[in-house]
């Protein structure tokens, strides 16, 4: 979902915030002429497997998860070459509207399911102490004015954001889950 991804990005960017992205998503900043990383330039290492492994590397959830004041962590990141990933905005792929279409194939469900993109909001939210996680695009706007103004993001609207994250990752989770059970009632797996 790339609603409001223009202005967010570029707002981003006046704020000397480093941007590392995915994709299409990668090649649409490039587009706008916003300095980005691809992911595998970051990790170095390829997307693997039709897109199915591109975020799930160390470098990227190290980044995410290591405690800046804890000293082994960043001695360990250090000696790993992993960098600290502060921002994280994730939109998940939209597997309930995928799934709503009346000719979708099992198949094409399955590959709806986002497996990094959840890992990735996971993994920043239980780390809401040094990370912050976007899941929602209404909040880009509010997001730039705080950094705009703070230049960071307090402990408590961390914790806001990783409240709204897990809830986000929670309700995607159960439409999938709800949606295996409709596929085991039908028989779809043989």
Known sequence: ???GLDKFAKGLVAQNVQLISTGGTCKYLQ??????TEISDYTGAPELFDGRVKTLHPKVHGGL???????KHMAEAAEHGIGMIDLVVVNLYEF????????????????HIDIGGPCMVRA???NNKHVAIVT??????????????????????????????????AVYDTAIAAYLAEQVQKGAAK
């Open 1 to 3: 979902d790339k609603t």
């Open 31 to 36: 587009e706008l002429g916003l300095p980005v």
């Open 65 to 71: 998860l290591a405690r800046r004041d804890d000293e």
């Open 96 to 111: 309930e509207k995928t799934v709503a279409k009346p000719d979708v194939t099992f198949a094409d469900a399955i590959e």
């Open 124 to 126: 920043s939210a239980k």
């Open 136 to 169: 929602n695009p209404a909040k880009y706007g509010e997001i730039i004015s705080i950094l705009q103004k703070d230049g960071e993001f307090s402990d408590q609207y961390r914790l806001e954001l990783a409240q709204e994250a897990f809830h986000h990752t």
